[in-house]
């Protein structure tokens, strides 16, 4: 078991998907961010459902940091609502866990 995280979060296109990216790994929240461009998105919204073309960010951080994430995607995403998933990982090359934890924290 490992204290590393994957946080999935969408974005309306590509330039919110990098500048939310680039400003999570900047601010040492995240240690890598992957944009993963053309997924379609099928959700209810307002008692209707909806279809939209989205980006995924796949985000590698820390769980102490799993606050500061959450927090700084909603203030900074232009969604009323924006997708914040966290999912823990649970075993991973020791090298790259290990980067990833020098690489969030400050």
Same mark, same amino acid.
């Given at each position: 078991?490992?204290?590393?995280?994957?946080?999935?979060?969408?974005?309306?296109?590509?330039?919110?998907?990098?500048?939310?990216?680039?400003?999570?790994?900047?601010?040492?929240?995240?240690?890598?961010?992957?944009?993963?461009?053309?997924?379609?998105?099928?959700?209810?919204? =307002?008692?209707?459902?909806?279809?939209?073309?989205?980006?995924?960010?796949?985000?590698?951080?820390?769980?102490?940091?799993?606050?500061?994430?959450?927090?700084?995607?909603?203030?900074?995403?232009?969604? =009323?609502?924006?997708?914040?998933?966290?999912?823990?990982?649970?075993?991973?090359?020791?090298?790259?866990?290990?980067?990833?934890?020098?690489?969030?924290?400050?």
């Amino acid at each position: 078991m490992t204290s590393a995280c994957v946080v999935l979060v969408t974005a309306p296109d590509m330039v919110t998907a990098e500048r939310l990216a680039e400003r999570l790994v900047d601010e040492r929240l995240a240690a890598c961010a992957n944009i993963v461009p053309g997924i379609v998105s099928i959700y209810r919204w =307002d008692e209707q459902v909806q279809r939209d073309d989205e980006i995924l960010i796949v985000l590698k951080t820390e769980q102490a940091r799993i606050e500061e994430v959450c927090e700084r995607v909603v203030t900074l995403h232009p969604y =009323d609502v924006p997708e914040v998933v966290v999912l823990p990982i649970t075993d991973g090359h020791a090298p790259y866990l290990e980067w990833l934890t020098r690489s969030t924290t400050r």
